[in-house]
Every structure is written in C-alpha cells, then in structure tokens.
C-alpha cells in the first residue's frame, strides 16, 4: 500500500534550520513516495539501516544523510492504508540524550 506520510512539512522545516540536510531528506522523501508497505518488514526493505523500537512501540528510527540526522516515526498499517506520523527530527547527537533520557518511545515533538 501506498506510504501516507503525515506532516510532510515538519521535514521542510527542519531543513530550512538544517541547510546541510536538505539533499539526504530529499532523498529520503523520494524512496518513500514510490513505497509500497503491507509491514514493517517492508520499511526495512526500503530503508536497511532503519531502527525500529521495541517493548511493542509502533514507531521507527530513520537514519538519514549516513547517520547524521534521525527521524522517529509512528507507523500504522490499517486495512487499506499505511500512515506514517513524524514525531521526532534531530541530528544524531540530539538523538543521542534522547535516547539517555529514554524518551525515544514517547517523544512527540510535532
């Protein structure tokens, strides 16, 4: 199924703050807008480097532009439709005390 991404527009803010990252999110945006989800299993076939959280958290980790920046994501797959929720975006050492306060799983900064 088709990848709704929900918020689209928290990535471009944060790029307009992050000039440096506007080619990998690009990138990351593409491979996205041709996916095709039944699961989560097919996220990591798009996306190999991806984490997703345990303790039964819905949610993802995207590693972006060669692990510079990660991106939290809560995925829901429903019947007919896959959506995606940004719910966290920072560089890789913002990620870093996020996870040291283990706030990963709850985090939801859009």
């Known amino acids: 199924m088709k990848v709704h991404l929900i918020k ?3 990535i471009e803010k944060f790029v307009l703050n992050h000039a440096r990252s506007a080619s990998s999110f690009d990138e990351w945006l593409k491979k996205l807008k041709g996916a095709n989800w039944r699961s989560p299993v097919d996220i990591r076939e798009n996306y190999p480097t991806v984490d997703f959280l345990g ?4 949610r ?7 692990n510079n920046y990660r991106m939290i994501c809560k995925y829901v797959f429903g019947k007919s439709f896959v ?28």
């Open 60 to 66: 993802v980790v995207f590693d972006i532009g060669g």
């Open 8 to 10: 689209e527009s928290t």
């Open 55 to 58: 303790n039964g958290c819905p």
């Open 83 to 110: 959506r995606l929720y940004v719910s966290w975006i920072g560089t890789h050492a913002e990620y870093t005390h996020l996870c040291k306060s283990r706030l990963q799983y709850s985090v939801k900064q859009f």
